[in-house]
């Protein structure tokens, strides 16, 4: 008999979320969903990124509760540390210095709450000439390096938000949340946690500096086996004007490509002479332009080739593969992935619709246990305004 179900493996921690955009609120769903109580302390008024939104077309902020706050009060700001106290990890993703002017420093924080996990989300860092730079994902992997090695030869091409704000940002965060709540349950100490992204984008490059160091990678975009200079690994407009993708690194799955492709390998120059990868991918590229996106799915469905249709997210919705596995929800009427990873025994589940800003004030004041009117902050730890 399968043992029941708990929902999460992270219920019970505690998380006090300052508002923000980007990696910070990315971070912050991943614990949620995967069962920590997150409150996220919301602008009073909200800040303005340009890009209105209803709270439900916004789903990274989903599974948490929302309390309004006016931090440049000093109700609000000794409220913010009645939550500090019985938080395990914050997360707060201003420009560095912005939380010490607020009178919500490490120091501070650590005088009330020894064992605090102090998330600090940057793109930059905290120190460094750049520390107090503006600037957003783009920028970020613009200056690591990233930038200048993907697309093609004409210019490097921009991978959206994905790497910066949410891979080596959102992601490496939550990594260094968990392993250092896992330290302060042992040593009963808690730690700042600085992860800037650009530091968390080097970091996802590790293979690629092998790579330059070794002279394997040119430092011509376009030129490599990664980068779409390789025949065998690119993306091909079919007959009907969609794409699909090839991946074939292997000599067997290259073997079952070509021959998925009507070729033979034999008649092919060698898999890895880079001197003739342009004139293969011109070959590869007529080849697909003679059959439609799905007929090629059709010839490929039986071949070990290392293939896929190039498809749009709704498109991947639908696909049979993501259907079976349940990929896919709708929350607040809003179509989004589940949540990840999976677990065998304490699932992750969307814990609630994104909220609007002060939607849970009086339940959080309640569920933790902080009542109102706050005291003052000359009474928390020498807090000062």
């Known amino acids: 008999m399968a043992e029941p179900t708990v929902p999460g493996p992270l219920v019970g921690i505690r998380v006090v979320e300052f508002a923000g955009v980007g990696p910070g609120p990315f971070c912050a769903m991943l614990l949620a969903d995967m069962g920590a109580d997150v409150i996220t302390l919301d602008r009073a008024v909200p800040s303005n990124l340009g890009i209105p939104k209803e709270p439900r077309f916004n789903p990274i902020t989903r599974s948490r ?18 939550f500090i106290a019985k938080a395990d990890a914050l997360i707060e993703g201003h420009r560095p210095g912005v939380m010490e002017r607020l009178g919500l420093s ?12 102090y998330g600090r989300m940057t793109g930059w860092g905290q120190e460094g000439p750049l520390a107090d730079s503006v600037g957003h994902d783009l920028n970020y992997l613009a200056m690591t ?13 921009i991978p959206l938000n994905l790497i910066g704000d949410y891979g080596g940002g959102g992601v490496y965060l939550a990594l260094g ?10 040593s009963g100490k808690g730690q700042v946690v600085d992860a800037a992204m650009i530091d968390g984008i080097l970091s996802l490059m590790t293979a690629q500096f092998g790579f330059l160091e070794s002279r394997r990678w040119s430092p011509v975009r376009g030129s490599n086996f990664l980068d779409g200079g390789a025949p065998w690994y690119n993306v091909y407009e079919t007959a009907d004007g969609a794409h699909v993708s090839v991946a074939a690194i292997e000599p067997k799955f290259y073997c079952e490509l070509v021959a998925g492709m009507g070729l033979e390998a034999s008649d ?11 004139s293969v991918r011109e070959r590869f590229a007529a080849v697909f332009r003679s059959r439609t996106r799905d007929a090629w799915v059709q010839v490929m469905a039986e071949r070990e080739a290392c293939f896929a249709p190039v498809l749009s ?73």
């Open 65 to 82: 509760r929302s309390i309004a706050l006016d931090l440049k009060t000093e109700e609000g700001r000794a409220t913010a540390l009645a």
């Open 145 to 157: 390096g990233a930038l200048a090695l993907m697309g093609p030869p004409e210019k490097p091409a």
């Open 313 to 385: 997210p709704a498109e991947a919705a639908r696909h049979p593969h993501m259907v079976a596995r349940g990929s896919h929800r709708p929350v607040a009427g809003v179509l989004q992935p589940v949540p990840a990873p999976r677990f065998s025994r304490t699932p992750s589940t969307v814990q609630g619709d994104p909220p609007r800003v002060g939607d849970h004030d009086a339940d959080i004041l309640a569920d933790w246990g902080v009542a109102l009117p706050a005291p003052s902050l000359a009474t928390i730890s020498g807090a000062s305004a």
């Open 106 to 117: 490490p120091e501070i924080c650590h005088a009330i709450n020894p064992a605090l996990v």
């Open 268 to 278: 092919l120059p060698e898999q890895m002479d880079q001197a003739a990868w342009p």
């Open 177 to 186: 949340l968990l392993a250092a709540i896992i330290e302060a349950r042992r």
